[in-house]
């Protein structure tokens, strides 16, 4: 069974710093790029970071402004997102997303397989 698993969100103060993680299993990983979206309450999934199977320079959205970092084990079979400077605006529902391509799309049906999501709640 295919299956993306988040973990790591919470509620934190504006300015702290989280890790998010996400566990793949049932796919063979290394053939996968791997991103993570966010959607908050009433808006549109919106795509925060990505990286190639490749394992190449990663990309992020606009408003990251180098405030996270993704990166894969491809032991562990995870990706993860560090989180520093998390602000208001960024809380929402993080969700992981793998595509069997090489290549990092930010469009969200681009991507065949989705976790669940995990709740990122940062106050002010």
């Known amino acids: 069974q295919v299956q993306l698993v988040e973990s790591g969100g919470g509620v934190v103060q504006a300015g702290d710093s989280l890790t998010l993680s996400c566990a793949a299993s049932?796919?063979?990983?290394?053939?996968?790029?791997m991103a993570w979206f966010r959607q908050a309450p009433g808006k549109e999934r919106e795509f925060v970071a990505g990286?190639?199977?490749?394992?190449?320079?990663?990309a992020y959205g606009d408003f990251v402004k180098g405030r996270f970092t993704i990166s894969r084990d491809s032991v562990k079979n995870t990706v993860n997102l560090r989180m520093t400077s998390l602000k208001p605006e960024d809380t929402a529902v993080y969700l992981c997303?793998?595509?069997?391509?090489?290549?990092?799309?930010?469009?969200?049906?681009?991507?065949?397989?989705w976790g669940q999501g995990t709740q990122v709640t940062v106050s002010s």
């Open positions: 049932g796919l063979i990983f290394s053939r996968y790029s």
């Open positions: 997303a793998a595509v069997n391509y090489d290549s990092i799309y930010r469009v969200a049906r681009s991507y065949e397989i």
């Open positions: 990286q190639r199977r490749n394992g190449a320079t990663p």
